[in-house]
Structures are given as structure tokens and as C-alpha cells.
């Protein structure tokens, strides 16, 4: 995954891209910090950031669509990750954004 900083004053916030496909067709997202190394194969449903986020603050879109927590996806407890309750194709572009934990 590539990281890159976001422009302007958003907080602390962090949106990461999962990778979705072969190394050669990884898209950049505009990002800052953490990175994954999980890819969505059909049967995968837990996904990792590279930094701890505040609980409440994760926001998960699935091919640009924002999802719903507690009824597609749940945060981690430790605040390191999140499951998708329906493991999303190979292919699928999932993607990341929350507060970093103080």
C-alpha cells in the first residue's frame, strides 16, 4: 500500500487503501500513515491498520460505498482492525479512514 498525507487540516484523520490486486495494478490513495498487506480473496474478513485508531472514529467503504458499522463490519476492540461480516470478493476495493488514538 502506499501512503501519502492528505491535504489541509482533517484532524488526525487516516484513509488507507487495501490493496486489491496484483502489485502492478495497486491504485494510490491520498493517505497518511499505516499500511496492510491483506487482500480480499472471497474468504478473508479481517482487515488490519498500521495504526491504532479511537474507538467509534473507523469508517470502512467497500468499492467507494461507506459502510454501515455494526451491520457490515465491526472495529476491533484493541482498535487495531475490523472484521467485515461478509468476506468481500477478489477484486473488491476496501478501504479505511479514522482518528488516530490519543
Known amino acids: 500500500m502506499q501512503n501519502f498525507t492528505l491535504p489541509g487540516n482533517l484532524g488526525g484523520l487516516n484513509i488507507h487503501s487495501v490493496p486489491h490486486g496484483h502489485e502492478s495494478e495497486r ?9 496492510t498487506e491483506a487482500i480480499p480473496d472471497g474468504n478473508l474478513t479481517d482487515f488490519y491498520v498500521g495504526t ?6 473507523l469508517c470502512v467503504y ?23 461480516f461478509v468476506a468481500p ?14
Open 52 to 57: 491504532m485508531f479511537a474507538a467509534g472514529s
Open 62 to 84: 467497500i468499492n467507494g460505498v461507506l459502510q454501515e458499522p455494526d451491520e457490515t463490519y465491526s472495529e476491533m476492540a484493541n482498535g487495531t482492525g475490523y472484521t467485515i
Open 27 to 35: 491504485k494510490p490513495l491520498t493517505a497518511f500513515g499505516g499500511d
Open 89 to 102: 470478493k477478489a477484486g473488491t476495493l476496501v478501504q479505511h479512514a479514522y482518528r488516530t488514538a490519543a
